[in-house]
């Protein structure tokens, strides 16, 4: 059984490494803003689930070719703050302008994931879900954000942050899955996967 991850962020790739993973990474190239603006109504956690199940879908004609027995974990994150989901800043004005309202204040951090089961090529079980994670912000001064800014790091990530980089040090606390703001949460993960009956230490690498 192959896992693949649909995403190119290299801290999902890196979150599940280390929790003994080595999964097969096929990009999506989904239209995200098609797809957010497609599910706005439905409410945040849906947009945020849709998007997931999006890239998912997008890589498994791919899989199904290169690893008929496989199973694709799709993920997406953003930010939920007064209202409004936020993905990645489109340039670093806009991640200042998001971080000045951030400081000193909580959010919810999104994120959504999808789990396709392929068995000889053809899909025989999916399953998605989210999780929420409330992040309570620090205060930084007006030249740390400069500084965080210049790094390039808020631009790759949900909400202009992430705990396992620069960002760290601007988070005050995390209420609730730690490994769901870096990225991926392996306690969703592993629930969607024992809903297509995948149980996750059979995905684990082989020991020496």
């Avoid at 993920?75 to 000045?100: F, H, I, V, Y």
């Avoid at 994120?111 to 879900?129: I, P």
């Avoid at 040090?169 to 809903?195: C, K, M, N």
Wanted: with cysteine; proline share 5%.
């Amino acid at each position: 059984m192959t896992t693949v991850l649909a995403s190119a962020s290299p801290a999902r790739l890196s979150v599940l490494r280390a929790a003994g993973i080595d999964p097969v990474v096929h990009v999506s190239g989904v239209d995200e803003p098609a797809v957010e603006a497609a599910n706005t109504h439905l409410g945040p956690a849906v947009t945020v689930t849709a998007l997931a199940a999006a890239k998912a879908e997008a890589v498994l004609p791919l899989v199904a070719r290169e690893h008929p027995n496989a199973v694709v974990i799709g993920c997406d994150s953003m930010l939920l703050m007064n209202g409004t989901l936020r993905g990645k800043p489109a340039d670093a004005a806009q991640a200042r302008r998001e971080w000045s309202e951030m400081s000193g204040a909580t959010g919810d951090l999104l994120t959504g994931h999808a789990v396709v089961l392929l068995r000889g090529g053809e899909v025989v079980a999916r399953s998605s879900g989210h999780q929420r994670t409330g992040i309570r912000f620090g205060r930084p001064s007006e030249e740390e954000i400069t500084a965080y800014l210049a790094t390039g790091e808020p631009l790759q990530v949900a909400g202009g942050l992430t705990i396992d980089g620069y960002g760290g040090w601007f988070v005050e606390g995390v209420d609730g899955d730690h490994s769901s703001v870096i990225g991926i949460s392996l306690p969703l993960t592993r629930s969607l996967l024992a809903d297509v009956n995948i149980s996750v230490v059979d995905l684990w690498r082989r020991q020496p």
